[in-house]
């Protein structure tokens, strides 16, 4: 690891300032520090304030230890097993505080392949600066005096707009492979090029990512994809090759199939457009659009042994999820919001007798219309009949009774009612 090389700027020569950090976050850095702790915020909430950005997190450093901490604040928590933590709870609002970590090879288990297990050991500001991923996360906001400390050359790199690893990067990621993912998300996040020495070993050791647990990914998933960058992310994921230990399904598709890249394209368009409109999102509805083509692909397959495609089409859904769920893990509640909007393809190609009232108030139904808008863009055979669904819902229940009576098939003749037979006596 590199010697840290303190580097202190003044309050008036930075941007930083307490109007920007939140209230919860200023009462623990100014309890830590009344009772004689060191106590700085640190990492994505001073580096996004110096870059004019309001941050959402604001996690705090210290040379208390979590024991220490929780003695101070009533609504304290220790979590942690890999590193013990403390999170402060103010309702809904969480607060983490962190123990400088320190580097300490006799105390932090690895495994074979270098991956670190357990890192509990604690040390000093400086020796916490040099443990953290990238440059730009190690500048500490001192609530002393209120100045920046920088070890590890950060504010250059801020600069310059670039992400770069502290350490080298190979070995980083060694220890932990998810460093890959940070890098791409925070790059495309905050508009930093990864630096070039921090970029180069990410294709070779892609694959490492097969070490990870799928419960984490689906994690990191969330904050990669539900965050306004989707497009961007998507597409710096898959010239990493970090996409196919992601999402392998989607991945082996979008090679072959021109639609379906351009049908996650525009879901990844929609979808950034969704967070940056303050709109909800729910995680389910992209990764609907991300295993489609697999699951038409399973489906056909089972078409063509001679089941019915309806019968193929559900039985499809399970083993498609599963799959993806080897990688990046799906839970339930999430499944089932998928299964819906599959499932509402079939549903929504009947515009016509009772059964559309049914559909209109399906609980999925938006996210279904939604899907299918998305589909008809990529094919134009679906454009009428989305069409017809967007000018349903927005017709008077007058207009809705014509529609469905307009789109009757021509030739259905109404079924005879069967004449129940008298019983004789």
């Given at each position: 690891?590199?010697?840290?090389?303190?580097?202190?700027?003044?309050?008036?020569?930075?941007?930083?300032?307490?109007?920007?950090?939140s209230?919860n976050?200023?009462?623990?850095?100014?309890?830590?520090?009344?009772?004689?702790?060191?106590?700085?915020?640190?990492?994505?909430?001073?580096r996004?304030?110096?870059?004019?950005?309001?941050?959402?997190?604001?996690?705090?450093?210290?040379?208390?230890?979590?024991?220490?901490?929780?003695?101070?604040?009533?609504?304290?928590?220790?979590?942690?097993r890999?590193?013990?933590?403390?999170?402060?709870?103010?309702?809904?609002?969480?607060?983490?505080?962190?123990?400088?970590?320190?580097?300490?090879?006799?105390?932090?288990?690895?495994?074979?392949?270098?991956?670190?297990?357990?890192?509990?050991?604690?040390?000093?500001?400086?020796e916490?600066?040099?443990?953290?991923?990238?440059?730009?996360?190690?500048?500490?906001?001192?609530i002393?005096?209120?100045?920046?400390?920088?070890?590890?050359?950060?504010?250059?790199?801020?600069?310059?707009?670039?992400?770069?690893?502290?350490?080298?990067?190979?070995?980083?990621?060694?220890?932990?492979?998810?460093?890959?993912?940070?890098?791409?998300?925070?790059?495309?996040?905050?508009?930093?090029?990864?630096?070039?020495?921090?970029?180069?070993?990410?294709?070779d050791?892609?694959?490492?990512?097969?070490?990870?647990?799928?419960?984490?990914?689906?994690?990191?998933?969330?904050?990669?994809?539900?965050?306004?960058?989707?497009?961007?992310?998507?597409?710096?994921?898959?010239?990493?090759?970090?996409?196919?230990?992601?999402?392998?399904?989607?991945s082996?598709?979008?090679?072959?199939?021109?639609?379906?890249?351009?049908?996650?394209?525009?879901?990844?368009?929609?979808?950034?457009?969704?967070?940056?409109?303050?709109k909800?999102?729910?995680?389910?509805?992209?990764?609907?659009?991300?295993?489609?083509?697999?699951?038409?692909?399973?489906?056909?397959?089972?078409?063509?042994?001679?089941?019915?495609?309806?019968?193929?089409?559900?039985?499809?859904?399970?083993?498609?999820?599963?799959?993806?769920?080897?990688?990046?893990?799906?839970?339930?509640?999430?499944?089932?919001?998928?299964?819906?909007?599959?499932?509402?393809?079939?549903?929504?190609?009947?515009?016509?007798?009772?059964?559309?009232?049914?559909?209109?108030?399906?609980?999925?139904?938006?996210?279904?219309?939604?899907?299918?808008?998305?589909?008809?863009?990529?094919?134009?055979?679906?454009?009428?009949?989305?069409?017809?669904?967007?000018?349903?819902?927005?017709?008077?229940?007058?207009q809705?009774?014509?529609?469905?009576?307009?789109?009757?098939?021509?030739?259905?003749k109404?079924?005879?009612?069967?004449?129940?037979?008298?019983?004789?006596?």
């Amino acid at each position: 690891m590199p010697k840290p090389n303190q580097h202190i700027i003044p309050r008036d020569q930075h941007s930083v300032s307490r109007e920007f950090i939140s209230e919860n976050a200023l009462k623990v850095l100014y309890r830590l520090h009344k009772d004689g702790y060191q106590a700085f915020l640190v990492g994505g909430g001073v580096r996004d304030i110096l870059l004019g950005l309001r941050p959402k997190d604001f996690d705090i450093a210290t040379n208390a230890t979590p024991e220490e901490v929780k003695k101070l604040f009533r609504n304290c928590r220790i979590i942690g097993r890999r590193f013990r933590l403390a999170h402060i709870l103010y309702g809904r609002d969480i607060i983490e505080v962190a123990t400088f970590r320190a580097h300490c090879d006799d105390n932090i288990k690895q495994r074979n392949d270098g991956m670190i297990v357990r890192d509990n050991v604690y040390g000093t500001v400086e020796e916490d600066a040099i443990r953290r991923d990238f440059t730009v996360n190690a500048l500490y906001y001192n609530i002393a005096d209120f100045s920046i400390h920088d070890y590890c050359g950060g504010l250059a790199d801020l600069a310059k707009r670039q992400l770069k690893m502290i350490g080298d990067p190979v070995e980083r990621y060694k220890e932990d492979p998810v460093r890959m993912l940070r890098a791409v998300r925070l790059g495309c996040k905050l508009n930093l090029t990864i630096e070039d020495n921090t970029a180069k070993p990410i294709n070779d050791m892609a694959y490492l990512l097969e070490g990870i647990p799928a419960a984490r990914l689906w994690e990191e998933y969330k904050k990669m994809f539900l965050a306004g960058r989707a497009q961007r992310t998507f597409n710096q994921l898959k010239s990493f090759g970090l996409l196919e230990y992601l999402f392998p399904q989607t991945s082996k598709h979008i090679i072959h199939n021109d639609d379906f890249a351009e049908f996650v394209a525009l879901a990844l368009e929609n979808t950034d457009r969704r967070v940056n409109e303050d709109k909800s999102i729910n995680p389910a509805f992209l990764l609907a659009v991300m295993l489609w083509q697999s699951l038409m692909q399973r489906t056909d397959k089972l078409v063509n042994k001679g089941m019915h495609f309806n019968d193929a089409f559900y039985k499809s859904f399970n083993p498609t999820i599963n799959e993806q769920s080897q990688t990046i893990s799906i839970m339930k509640r999430y499944a089932v919001v998928m299964q819906d909007i599959w499932a509402l393809q079939l549903r929504l190609k009947f515009n016509f007798g009772k059964r559309v009232w049914s559909v209109l108030d399906h609980p999925r139904f938006r996210a279904g219309y939604d899907f299918l808008v998305l589909r008809a863009e990529v094919d134009p055979s679906l454009k009428p009949l989305a069409d017809w669904w967007t000018e349903f819902q927005e017709a008077s229940r007058e207009q809705r009774i014509k529609m469905i009576n307009q789109n009757k098939p021509k030739g259905q003749k109404r079924r005879p009612r069967k004449r129940k037979s008298r019983a004789s006596h």
